[in-house]
């Protein structure tokens, strides 16, 4: 009579984790995000495609048209997905959040690694705050749970119409990756968020979330609140305090992170005692703790 009960409780369960699975929407439906969605700016044109090389491709020729600004565009897959430093992303088909936003903004372009942290402080904070999940920043813009990477965020610039300075962020995200799905060979071991929560995510709910979350971000970027994005980004941050080999530009430097910049830059206080920042446009970081390999 026991097995019988441990059998049924076994179906059971397996039956409730079964149905987790079914109730997870397959498709990122334009119309199902935009629905209940509360931005000011990010968001108010959503556009999804079935499979391109990248929303990044899509959004620089867009950048060139009357687009409206906060336009966002989605793929399910990408079979060319960009990283920061010439990295390839890969996400299974159907898995992931895999967007580029446009900002028409006249921020300078010395504050592009400052764009790159808010948005990396909007990704982290959505994550907490609707999973629970302990996310982390590596600076300037790898998202990590554990020491994993769970994703990243991308920004270029793009002249558009008149000259126009137009922002391309790209974000990606693992959303339900599961294990043997994961790339080996890459820089960071990776996760997904559904590895880590235990279960499969509404990617449709998530993403209006985080669209959310970023617009929120955005409008304190706009309102010029440097100070507030960069003390949130460093109670993210891992790599505060740590004792890193940064190259820039072909140079190495050696010493102590003790600060982010107001334009989102990592302040490395050197051996000499000389203080420096660093951009995150053309800079590589090395943990000494880890033989000198990238962390």
């Known amino acids: 009579m026991e097995s019988i009960v441990s059998t049924k409780n076994k179906i059971n369960n397996y039956s409730q984790h079964l149905k987790k699975f079914i109730d997870v929407p397959e498709r990122l439906i334009s119309e199902e995000i935009t629905k209940d969605l509360k931005t000011k700016v990010v968001g108010n044109t959503i556009v999804t495609y079935e499979s391109t090389t990248s929303t990044m491709d899509i959004a620089k020729k867009l950048a060139h048209t009357g687009f409206k600004n906060g336009t966002v565009i989605f793929a399910e897959e990408q079979t060319h997905g960009k990283g920061r430093s010439d990295h390839l992303w890969y996400c299974p088909k159907h898995k992931g959040l895999l ?8 921020m300078q372009p010395d504050h592009l690694c400052l764009l790159t942290g808010t948005i990396a402080v909007s990704i982290t904070e959505t994550i907490r705050e609707t999973l629970h999940l302990p996310a982390e920043i590596k600076w ?31 974000i990606g995200i693992n959303v339900n990756v599961v294990e043997n799905e994961l790339p080996k060979q890459t820089r960071l071991p990776a996760t997904s968020l559904a590895i880590e929560n235990k279960e499969f995510i509404d990617r449709i709910s998530l993403a209006r979330a985080l669209l959310q979350n970023v617009d929120k971000w955005y409008t304190i970027l706009r309102d010029e609140h ?10 993210f941050c891992i790599t505060i305090g740590k004792e890193l080999t940064i190259t820039d530009c072909g140079k190495e430097y050696t010493g102590k992170v003790i600060d982010i910049s107001n334009n989102g830059g990592l302040m490395l206080s050197l051996d000499s005692g000389q203080i420096k920042i660093f951009r995150g446009e053309h800079t590589t970081v090395k943990s000494i703790s880890s033989n000198n390999r990238s962390y």
């Open 99 to 106: 967007f580029t936003l446009l900002l028409k903004h006249n």
């Open 140 to 170: 300037p813009n790898d998202i990590l749970i554990g020491g994993k990477k769970v994703g990243g965020v991308l920004v270029e610039l793009e002249k558009g119409f008149k000259n126009q300075l137009i922002f391309l962020i790209g």
């Open 226 to 235: 440097f100070r507030y994005i960069t003390e949130r980004w460093k109670e």
